[in-house]
Nanobody, 127 residues
């Protein structure tokens, strides 16, 4: 059973940056997974933000965040990072990481099934 833990959320002013991390609770390897970031804003549908294949490093970023969000991984640390720059109030949401053996189709469907989910980390963009 893979347990995912997100961190790095918080309050940031518009235009600011945050880096979210997703790692495994007990050091389990992510080498054979695709790791995905979803977000859900209050009162809105969940949105697929990005995904990365841990085996070959290929990534996808949603059009809504392209050019501002970057996905990277450190396989030795079993960690995936979501670097978020030029944050906007509409980026406010709970951000979840999710892992599945297979990359999802892109754009990532909001309700695409994932084998494992973290509990989420809140990002608030406000002045």
């Amino acid at each position: 059973q893979l347990q995912l833990v997100e961190s790095g959320g918080g309050l940031v002013q518009p235009g600011g940056s945050l880096r979210l991390s997703c790692t495994t609770a007990s050091g389990e390897t992510l080498d054979n997974y695709a790791v995905n970031w979803f977000r859900q804003a209050p009162g809105k549908e969940r949105e697929g933000v990005s995904c990365i294949s841990m085996s070959d490093g290929s990534t996808h970023v949603a059009d809504s965040v392209k050019g501002r969000f970057t996905l990277s991984s450190d396989n030795a640390k079993n960690t995936v990072y979501l670097q978020m720059n030029s944050l906007k109030p509409e980026d406010t949401a709970v951000y979840y990481c999710a892992a599945d053996p297979y990359l999802p189709p892109t754009p990532i469907p909001a309700n695409y099934p994932m084998d494992y989910w973290g509990k989420g980390t809140l990002v608030t963009v406000s002045s």
